[in-house]
């Protein structure tokens, strides 16, 4: 028997460098909405001219985060502000969702958590809401995409080493109404748990 390695086959890896993931618009575009959604305490502070938080800003600075204080801080409509953040959970949920089925899972929770710390310090919500709705939505909108999970591309090149190749029109036709399901199904699933 022979212990020598195998020559390369000349396949190329499915996954890219770490040095030229920087460069695709994608991620950019993803840290920079990430980015705007941790700014609460700028607009809020600069607009109310030191006259306290509870002061309405100025229109340009009326964020959402913004008027959700206001509504149940500054106005005592506490219903009102509690349907407003439980849209911040779907959005969470579905944006998360729909983000990983074109990135990686990890590295977009991993860039969401100080976004979702901002938001439940800010808005008092329990943090355990809005991590559920990241988790969920983070791990189940991968299936959408033979990219979006690498379990997706393992068993695509598997299925495609076997003689069975399956591409992306053939794969999203299956898995995307199963993961628009699964989706309905975790905003009701939050919806029933936390409300």
Request: some cysteine; proline content about 6%; charged content about 10%.
């Amino acid at each position: 028997m022979s212990t020598a390695p195998k020559k390369p086959d000349g396949t190329k890896p499915a996954i890219k460098p770490a040095g030229g993931m920087l460069n695709d618009r994608r991620i950019r575009l993803l840290l920079a909405i990430i980015g705007n959604l941790q700014m609460y305490a700028q607009p809020v502070m600069l607009a109310t001219s030191g006259t306290g938080l509870l002061a309405v800003p100025f229109k340009d600075n009326y964020l959402y985060l913004v008027h959700i204080y206001q509504q149940v801080f500054g106005s005592q409509r506490f219903g009102y502000g509690l349907a407003l953040s439980w849209v911040i959970v779907v959005i969470i949920l579905w944006i998360s969702a729909i983000t990983s089925a074109f990135v990686d899972n990890i590295p977009f929770a991993a860039t969401m958590i100080p976004v979702i710390r901002a938001i439940a310090a800010a808005e008092g919500m329990d943090i355990g809401v809005l991590a559920w709705s990241l988790s969920l939505g983070t791990d189940l909108g991968g299936n959408a995409t033979p990219i979006g999970a690498s379990a997706n591309v393992v068993g695509t090149s598997a299925s495609a080493k076997g003689g069975y190749p399956i591409g992306w029109g053939r794969y999203c036709k299956y898995c995307v109404p199963a993961t628009l399901i699964v989706m309905v199904v975790s905003t009701a699933y939050l919806f029933l748990r936390y409300l």
